[in-house]
């Protein structure tokens, strides 16, 4: 079975040519094309968690940071984690960190 990213899970319709990409926009996760490969995935389609300005839970989220716990309890999330394995799994991007702060 094929590896599927967010936008064919979800059905959301926000992958270019999508049904609602005119009306709510490109999500960002498909744009991603740094993210390519990472779970298996295309662009940041199986990692999508860990990119800014997705589309989820009808209103556009910000970063991993601040999306985490609503990410984690996502049914894609948990699908992609499981796909994977605990051995395969990215939880973050390269070089990507939880959050920064400052002292």
Known sequence: M????????KKCGREPGGAKNKEM???T???????????GGK????IC????GTFCGGKVQGDFAQKSVSCMSCDFF????QEEGADK????????K??????
Do not use: H, P
Request: glycine share 8%; with cysteine.
């Open 2 to 9: 094929a590896k599927l990213n967010c936008w064919e899970f």
């Open 25 to 27: 926009g490109i999500c």
């Open 29 to 39: 996760a498909t744009q991603d094309t740094a993210s390519t490969g990472m779970n």
């Open 43 to 46: 662009n940041a389609g199986r």
């Open 49 to 52: 968690w860990a990119v800014a």
């Open 78 to 81: 948990k699908s992609v984690k």
């Open 89 to 96: 799994f990215s939880l973050l991007r390269s070089g990507q």
């Open 98 to 103: 939880y959050a920064t702060s400052a002292k």
